[in-house]
């Protein structure tokens, strides 16, 4: 365990279904990130927030929507989506009042659009 | 911009015999540097990170790292290999006052009793 808990594990959506992933973190962590990850590809960075607020959003379809109420927890909303999206989503947190700290991983949400 | 290559998709290597999986990096500045494993079904699990200073870097599990600036490499070691170090392996960068993490594609670790 790393202090990262990613719900559900796995999901099954149809493309006209709306679901959200949710992670939560119990580190005191003030920074986290949303991560995808296909098969064979690299991790694909989505979306980044400091302190609640967000300071990276890679080009994310808008069919993928992010929300931190709070530095504990954050949510990721799916709407329409496509099979192409069919992934593991990760969910990373990571302390930045330190510059060298590295990302603590959740166990990952495996996603399948059919 | 930030990137990593990791030249080999496979790696195997003999229960007891040392391992190597290579990384290489480009950013702009002075980087940090991580390794994570990753095992089937689960998310990545830090291994080890180099800041500064030694430039061999020991972590997690009998694995070590080293950093060379001239190679621009952060290749992952680990002395005697056991069965159990099979798994998925990432190389990732980040700039000092940066906030991403950019990850390699990945290496795949065979390790054969």
């Known amino acids: 365990e790393t202090g990262v808990t990613q719900t559900p594990r796995h999901l099954v959506m149809g493309m006209t279904n709306k679901k959200s992933l949710k992670c939560e973190q119990h580190?005191?962590?003030?920074?986290m990130y949303w991560y995808k990850q296909s098969a064979k590809k690299p991790l694909e960075l989505m979306f980044v927030?400091?302190?609640?607020?967000?300071?990276e959003n890679n080009s994310v379809p808008s069919r993928f929507s992010p929300e931190c109420p709070n530095s504990s927890h954050l949510f990721l909303h799916l709407h329409t989506l496509q099979p192409e999206d069919s992934a593991l989503y990760l969910c990373?947190?990571?302390?930045?009042?330190?510059?060298?700290?590295?990302?603590?991983f959740g166990q990952g949400t495996r996603l399948t659009v059919v | 911009a930030q990137s990593v290559a990791q030249p080999e998709d496979q790696v195997n290597v003999a229960e007891g015999n040392p391992l190597t999986v290579k990384c290489t990096y480009s950013?702009?500045?002075?980087?940090?540097l991580f390794w994570y494993v990753q095992y089937p079904n689960r998310g990545l699990q830090f291994l080890l990170k180099?800041?500064?200073?030694?430039?061999l870097v020991k972590g997690s599990y009998g694995f070590e790292a080293e950093f060379n600036k001239s190679q621009t490499s952060f290749h992952l070691k680990k002395p005697s290999a056991l069965v159990s170090d099979s798994a998925l392996y990432f190389c990732?960068?980040?700039?000092?006052?940066?906030?991403?993490?950019?990850f390699g594609p990945g290496t795949r670790l065979s390790v054969l009793p």
């Open positions: 990373a947190s990571r302390e930045v009042d330190r510059a060298n700290t590295e990302a603590f």
């Open positions: 580190l005191g962590h003030n920074a």
């Open positions: 927030y400091n302190f609640k607020e967000q300071t």
């Open positions: 950013v702009s500045g002075n980087p940090y």
């Open positions: 180099y800041i500064t200073g030694d430039n």
């Open positions: 990732a960068v980040r700039a000092i006052y940066g906030q991403n993490f950019v």
